[in-house]
């Protein structure tokens, strides 16, 4: 299987959608089960976190957790989520497909058509890595990266970024919608900009076969670098994987300076592993560790070094660009023109409209969570049940947003607004914010 691809599928699950009709087996169930507990002592980057997760899943099991449900799709939801709770660990993941999936290492046509078919949407829906790329007020460059998709198809991206950036006086990276890479590669290429020397970034370390692989940064670049110039990474809760990377890199390399909110908190690179012909499981099978701190951010997220609400932190960086500048300025006129560019950025301080957000129904769900794009999908602004319906209240930039209710871990679009976009494999529903 093409390695690009491998790297995609387990990404991939997040954003497929199945039906099926078919009643699951007591015995199917149990062939199910022991096929992932197998699975996890054999790859999973713990293995005493794999045999506390396989004896967890074996005992729901036994208890009868699992006996009401019949539906395919049910049963892979569930298991995600009990894997979850057992782990803590957001990188694993149970998918169902109602068409079969391949056993060994060679996909179907099928399989091989649709993934391809996938990366093709997701790298022009994400704009081949960079969604925005911009020189602010003071000349500060920007740039927005939601993703790091493979190599050989974003580095012109990437390196078009750079060169309209290239001459600005500081660099702020926004990672608050960054999901995460689809190759291990990419990280190490953009890094290559920011450092004269070659830096040893990240290694992977393998169980199964006893292995690391160390990643660094370029000696050479056939461009100009981004150097003796400060860089700030904006985070959000939402920034996962190979987005926590970059941010837990430059930051361990004292290369940027990090605002905005602790991230997700998911550092191990995950594959996925078939478990029969229609389930499969994406198991984090390398532990990336950072060679200064000898460890990395699983579980607990990067701190920024200035924790600020996400939607407040590219004004942070901004200001915070201009008066690292104004401060090492020895220049009296280009002192004068930084504090007006800081006056006007401070004058243009972002304003937030309060929007009232309401589920009717749903009245037996345990938890409601209001999630969406004034947000960057975070998944920590719970709904308050009052009588027949769900409430909540959230800051929101005047424009057009995005969202989503999650009624017990289930991402719905809102009943009541029949205005929707499709986006990265989803549909949300859209609301205009005057």
Request: with cysteine; hydrophobic share 40%; charged share 25%.
């Amino acid at each position: 299987m093409n390695k690009t691809i491998k790297l995609a599928v387990a990404f991939m699950v997040f954003f497929i959608s199945t039906t099926n009709f078919a009643q699951l087996s007591v015995n199917e169930k149990k062939e199910i089960l022991s096929n992932i507990g197998r699975i996890l002592e054999d790859s999973y980057v713990f293995p005493k976190m794999a045999e506390t997760m396989k004896i967890g899943i074996m005992e729901h099991f036994v208890s009868g957790k699992y006996d009401a449900i019949s539906d395919d799709r049910e049963f892979a939801f569930q298991l995600t989520n009990d894997l979850r709770e057992i782990s803590k660990d957001l990188h694993l993941s149970v998918s169902y497909s109602q068409n079969e999936i391949s056993t060994d290492s060679i996909p179907t046509e099928l399989e091989l058509k649709e993934q391809l078919e996938w990366m093709d949407t997701i790298l022009k829906e994400n704009r081949y890595g960079v969604t925005n790329v911009e020189v602010l007020e003071g000349n500060i460059g920007y740039m927005e990266l939601p993703i790091f998709g493979p190599l050989a198809q974003c580095a012109d991206t990437l390196v078009a970024a750079i060169r309209k950036i290239e001459n600005t006086k500081a660099l702020i990276l926004d990672l608050r919608n960054c999901r995460g890479s689809l190759d291990e590669n990419t990280i190490p290429f953009l890094c290559s900009f920011f450092f004269k020397e070659p830096v040893h970034l990240f290694d992977f370390y393998t169980r199964r076969n006893n292995s690391t692989k160390q990643f660094w940064t370029y000696a050479w670049l056939p461009y100009k670098k981004y150097v003796d110039k400060p860089i700030y990474v904006l985070t959000s809760r939402r920034t996962f994987s190979g987005g926590e990377e970059l941010a837990y890199d430059l930051k361990q390399q004292k290369r940027a300076k990090l605002i905005g909110e602790t991230t997700k908190g998911g550092a191990n690179p995950n594959q996925q592993v078939p478990i029969n012909k229609h389930y499969a499981i994406a198991v984090p099978y390398m532990q990336a560790i950072n060679p200064i701190s000898k460890t990395n951010w699983e579980g607990i997220g990067v701190v920024p070094d200035s924790i600020v609400k996400s939607n407040m932190a590219l004004y942070t960086g901004h200001l915070w660009a201009l008066k690292t500048i104004l401060k090492f300025t020895t220049d009296t006129a280009q002192k004068i023109i930084l504090a007006d560019q800081i006056q006007k950025v401070q004058t243009a301080r972002p304003e937030f409209r309060k929007v009232q957000f309401i589920l009717e129904g749903y009245t037996n769900a345990k938890e409601v969570v209001l999630s969406g794009s004034f947000n960057f999908w975070e998944t920590d602004l719970k709904m308050t049940k009052r009588n027949d319906k769900w409430v909540a209240e959230a800051e929101v930039k005047p424009g057009t947003i995005s969202y989503k209710f999650i009624v017990d871990g289930r991402w719905i679009t809102d009943p009541a607004n029949p205005n929707t976009h499709f986006q990265n494999g989803y549909v949300n529903s859209l609301l205009e914010v005057n």
